[in-house]
């Protein structure tokens, strides 16, 4: 007899595991209680997994999906509310945690050092732009702005870490209109940065 | 390949775009060569990956800024102009519309200069119109008359051959006593011998006689 191999054909993905109905539908109560992680969230450093709470099956058109509400922990900070997996249900990407890790996990995610970082409000022009202004608030003879910055908007997510600055409030981040600090520096050797 | 496509844009003339002419239509299918053709994962190391990340986030960040700052200040210009409540602006449009009423004025009495020309215009052609359309009227009414006249006339002249209630027994009798006979006969050689009772000599009987 053969050995079974299973052997992948086709493109590669970053994907790991399974849909979230193919472990959920093979365990007792439908999982509830169990922690699963995501592949995609392994990047960061602090751990990130999903405590299931209520499961609730989909019609047969769906039978890929799975209605999932989870206490979610996301970096090492849980999220107060719960939240609904559905459209994502479908992806290959969902990992049971060992019953035998789960209080590993948990652990970790106790001993996470929070960081407070404070995101920026507003962002200063970028050079071109400041000139247009400049020529702009001259010809219809407004007094010249004092500061030439633009409010900053950032996506909602429920996830963020960090925290948006309120008023005057100095941030711990900035953003420039530059190229800023490269993560990795390697990729710039032997060019002068500024 | 190019024979394909310009057939497509022959039939399709409308649905083709010219600007994506170097591309193949979406409706097509792979081609066969390709079918089966895996491309390859390009491999970005996880520094690059990184860089690119944080490079791409911050372009995001900063589009967003500015397009947030542009939208918002399209929508401040616009409150503005629909207000324009302050007595400034109020004055200047009260200006403009005087402006505006002269340009107005001039524009309609050169307008209407204009337009008594042409009326007057109009009006000489109309006028001359209409009197070579009477004209050819009454000389059509007129043929038409006279016509009619000659008819007349005519049939004036034959009314006294008619036979009427006073004249018909003299008619009768003019035509009892002078009966046509409108019978004729025709021999070989084209003779007519007009009337039933007319004597005919036949010619072969007189050929024999004489012989």
Redesign the interface.
């Known amino acids: 007899m053969t050995t079974k191999v299973v052997k992948y ?4 993905t970053d994907f790991k595991g399974k849909t979230l109905w193919e472990i959920v539908g093979s365990l007792k109560n439908f999982g509830v209680g169990r922690l699963i992680t995501r592949q995609v969230f392994q990047r960061y450093p602090e751990p990130t997994f999903m405590k299931i709470v209520k499961v609730e099956t989909c019609p047969d058109e769906e039978r890929r999906r799975v209605r999932v509400w989870v206490e979610k922990t996301f970096r090492g900070r849980k999220l107060p509310q719960l939240t609904e997996i559905y459209r994502t249900s479908y992806k290959p990407d969902y990992q049971l945690v060992h019953k035998d890790e789960e209080e590993k996990l948990l652990q970790a995610a106790a001993t996470v050092k929070h960081k407070s970082d404070i995101l920026p409000n507003s ?1 200063e ?2 050079p071109l ?1 400041k000139r247009f202004i400049m020529r702009d608030h001259e010809k219809k003879g407004v007094q010249p702005m004092k500061e030439y910055v ?5 996506k909602h997510s429920p996830n963020r870490v960090e925290r948006i600055a309120e008023g005057d409030e100095k941030p711990t981040i900035e ?1 420039t ?1 530059g ?2 600090t ?3 520096p ?2 710039y050797e032997g060019i002068p940065l500024q | 390949m190019m024979s394909q496509r310009y057939s497509l844009r022959c039939s399709f003339p409308l649905i083709i775009q010219i600007a994506e002419a170097h591309r193949k239509p979406r409706w097509l299918p792979i081609a066969k060569s390709k079918i089966y053709r895996i491309p390859k994962r390009p491999e970005i190391s996880q520094e690059e990956r990184l860089e690119l990340r944080r490079i791409n986030n911050n372009y995001n960040t900063k589009m967003r800024a500015i397009r947030r700052f542009y939208a918002e200040e399209w929508v401040r210009e616009k409150s503005t102009l629909e207000s324009a409540t302050s007595e400034m602006s109020q004055r200047l449009e009260a200006d403009e519309w005087l402006r505006c009423e002269e340009l107005n004025e001039m524009w309609n009495k050169t307008i209407a200069a204009e337009r008594e020309e042409r009326r007057a215009q109009e009006l000489t052609i109309m006028e001359e119109y209409s009197l070579a359309r009477m004209e050819a009227k009454d000389k059509d009414l007129r043929e038409r008359i006279s016509k009619a006249s000659a008819k007349i006339r005519k049939e004036k002249e034959l009314c006294t051959t008619f036979v009427t209630p006073e004249n018909l027994e003299e008619t009768i009798d003019r035509i009892l006593s002078n009966t046509v006979d409108y019978n004729f006969a025709i021999d070989l050689k084209g003779n007519t011998y007009q009337g039933r009772d007319s004597n005919i000599q036949n010619e072969d009987k007189k050929i024999q006689a004489s012989n």
């Open positions: 054909v086709g493109r590669t962002i022009m970028p732009m633009m409010p900053l908007s950032y953003f209109m190229l800023g490269p993560v990795s390697t990729l």
